[in-house]
T-cell receptor
Framework: SQTIHQWPATLVQPVGSPLSLECTVEGTSNPNLYWYRQAAGRGLQLLFYSVGIGQISSEVPQNLSASRPQDRQFILSSKKLLLSDSGFYLC??????????????FGQGTRLTVV | GNSVTQMEGPVTLSEEAFLTINCTYTATGYPSLFWYVQYPGEGLQLLLKATKADDKGSNKGFEATYRKETTSFHLEKGSVQVSDSAVYFCARYSGAGSYQLTFGKGTKLSVIP
């Protein structure tokens, strides 16, 4: 069966420090991968999505970046965090387009607090 | 572009009340439609889905019908329980050429005894 792992679960980082959140998927190949941010009272915002290794689409310009070094690994990074980067970050995957079952599967999320 | 608009909360209901959370979507392409639920401190879980017009998704007493003529996918439940308290997200997925899963802003539901 497929599983998705996201870590860490919580993180407190000072302003200006770097960030690396990791997400891995098991049990499937060629998934579409997504990073979302959920800020308090602002719903779910799509940050990045990827349809393959090295292919990243950015939805919102900001100081975050994403990389996909392996088929089932998706990393969210920042060189210098801002206070406004605080929020709940969710990784998700969907099956390869065209294979049906377009349900998205989510990780448990990372609560990031920038202080 | 692709977008989803859902009723903003918060919504507070008494136990056994009827629930409706409205959701409309942009009609670009032939999206699949979803309702996700997020319990406190957790990620999102799929609640129900519909992949084509007139499909009805249902789960745990919740229902939603894919209405192409009104571009809507409203969530309903006849009798809510305290355990239904959560944030509900409407979403659309366009796989062809876009691969984007787009969410509404979420509606927080609180059910009181």
């Amino acid at each position: 069966s497929q599983t998705i792992h996201q870590w860490p679960a919580t993180l407190v980082q000072p302003v200006g420090s770097p960030l690396s959140l990791e997400c891995t998927v098991e049990g499937t190949s060629n998934p579409n991968l997504y990073w979302y941010r959920q800020a308090a009272g602002r719903g779910l915002q799509l940050l990045f999505y990827s349809v393959g290794i090295g292919q990243i689409s950015s939805e919102v310009p900001q100081n975050l970046s994403a990389s996909r070094p392996q088929d089932r690994q998706f990393i969210l990074s920042s060189k210098k965090l801002l206070l406004s980067d605080s929020g709940f970050y969710l990784c998700a995957w969907t099956p390869l387009a065209g294979t049906g079952g377009t349900e998205a599967f989510f990780g448990q999320g990372t609560r990031l607090t920038v202080v | 572009g692709n977008s989803v608009t859902q009723m903003e909360g918060p919504v507070t209901l008494s136990e056994e009340a009827f629930l409706t959370i409205n959701c409309t979507y942009t009609a670009t392409g032939y999206p699949s439609l979803f309702w996700y639920v997020q319990y406190p401190g957790e990620g999102l879980q799929l609640l129900l889905k519909a992949t084509k017009a007139d499909d009805k998704g249902s789960n745990k007493g919740f229902e939603a019908t894919y209405r192409k003529e009104t571009t809507s996918f409203h969530l309903e439940k006849g009798s809510v329980q305290v355990s239904d308290s959560a944030v509900y997200f409407c979403a659309r997925y366009s796989g062809a050429g876009s691969y984007q899963l787009t969410f509404g802003k979420g509606t927080k539901l609180s059910v009181i005894p």
